[in-house]
């Protein structure tokens, strides 16, 4: 049997993955456009003022980037992600201003001191899923708020892909995509130092067939299965498919969680 990758080695296999996606991403990125604008519309409704200092994780191609420029123009953005192509993306889609910054940087281990720079909003989305300790890194993001400071997430939650799950275990397989916390084990990561809570949001996307489906993962660079699992040989994911495909097309449904914490005014 395969060793399983170390951590350090599976951090750069999905940088490698999303990075060739870079090009094919927002043709293929219906789930994450429609997560960040769902995202962005929560933002909103924070007190943030007009001139925010925002922290993104994750930015991909740039959804939420947008969306948060759009929401606050004289924002004060650093936009980050684990992917150097992903990033340079995302500036070249926004471009370049005084008040925006752009690195490439480990979301889960941020490489920014806690006591320089403190942020209105840290935020994240579709990010935390791939992270190995989750609440690890919501613990430094908290600690990169000001008092008073909005840290805010979507990700994907216990449920999602019921119906590629199903598929595989028709067949006694086990479908190569992570086991996602429930919304219990959600709100357990949440930090010291502040409150936050957590909705569940069901969010089915429809797919002409399988291979579509199966594509799609592939131009967003979300086709790694799980260290502890290995792609399926040809033949065998063709029989996945055939239990997973109906004759109107497929759906899928993630089971979306938006986060929301509040760092209190009193911590130093």
């Known amino acids: 049997m395969t060793a399983a990758p170390t951590a350090a080695a599976r951090r750069a296999a999905v940088a490698a993955a999303f990075g060739a996606a870079a090009g094919t991403y927002d043709a293929a990125a ?6 960040a604008g769902r995202l962005a519309r929560r933002l909103a409704a924070l007190p943030l003022g007009n001139a925010p200092t925002i922290l993104e994780i994750g930015c991909g191609t740039g959804l939420l980037s947008h969306a948060l420029l759009t929401r606050w123009p004289e924002a004060r953005l650093l936009i980050t992600d684990l992917s150097a192509p992903m990033v340079a993306h995302c500036r070249r889609r926004l471009g370049e201003d005084p008040g925006r910054s752009f690195i490439v940087m480990d979301g889960e281990r941020p490489c920014l001191s806690p006591n ?41 939650a216990a449920g999602s892909l019921a119906e590629w799950r199903t598929a595989h275990a028709a067949l006694g397989l086990t479908a190569g995509v992570a086991d ?9 990561l949440w930090p010291s130092g502040g409150s936050g809570r957590i909705e569940i949001e069901p969010t089915p996307c429809a797919c002409p067939d399988g291979h ?10 979300a086709h790694l299965p799980t260290p502890d699992r290995r792609p399926l040989p040809a033949g065998t994911l ?18 979306v969680a938006y986060g929301a914490f509040r760092r209190d005014w009193d911590r130093p």
Request: hydrophobic share 50%.
């Open 212 to 221: 579509a489906f199966v594509a799609g993962l592939r131009h967003i660079g």
């Open 180 to 188: 996602y916390p429930d919304a219990d084990r959600l709100s357990g």
């Open 30 to 35: 219906d789930l994450q456009r429609l997560v």
């Open 116 to 156: 320089r720079g403190r942020f209105d909003l840290v935020c994240a989305s579709l990010a935390l899923q791939w992270f190995d300790d989750p609440g690890g890194a919501l613990a430094a993001w908290a600690g990169l708020l000001r008092p008073g400071g909005h840290l805010a997430f979507a990700t994907l």
């Open 238 to 255: 063709r029989r996945v498919l055939r239990r997973f495909e109906r004759a109107d097309g497929v759906i899928v449904t993630y089971q």
